[in-house]
């Protein structure tokens, strides 16, 4: 049987692919949630650090979550990297609102 991008599917070809279950679906979406909060959050202690004055210790563990945020795409079980991160930046912008609006007081307007 064909699927949709002219592949075969994994079960009838015998390779590596992964099928979809619900298990590896919440397995992304858990694994999308991570890298938005390790993202979002070893940015803002970074900005912390540099634009508030904060100490040092907000940019060395700024660092530290941005090298674990830069970890958490090679567990994904999808197999495109360019399809993940498109998949991921939706959920990268609606965590930063969500971030923003938590911990910046920060609201949206119409704009």
């Given amino acids: 049987m064909e699927a949709t991008n002219g592949t075969v599917a994994a079960s009838e070809e015998g390779n590596d692919k992964k099928e979809w279950t619900t298990i590896l679906a919440f397995q992304s979406v858990f694994l ?4 938005a909060v390790l993202e979002i ?3 803002w202690l ?3 650090f540099v634009r508030e004055k904060k100490s040092i210790w907000y ?3 700024g660092f ?3 090298m ?3 970890v958490i795409p ?3 079980p999808l197999e495109d990297f360019g399809r993940t991160y498109a998949v ?5 912008i609606v965590f930063s609102y969500a971030f923003a609006r938590i911990v910046d007081g920060f609201k949206l307007d119409s704009g």
Avoid at 88 to 92: C, D, I, L, N, T
């Fill in 64 to 66: 530290v979550i941005l």
């Fill in 59 to 61: 940019l060395l563990l």
């Fill in 88 to 92: 991921y930046g939706g959920v990268f």
């Fill in 74 to 76: 090679t567990l994904q």
């Fill in 68 to 70: 674990a945020y830069g």
């Fill in 41 to 43: 959050l070893g940015g």
């Fill in 46 to 48: 970074v900005w912390q």
């Fill in 32 to 35: 999308f949630a991570v890298a």
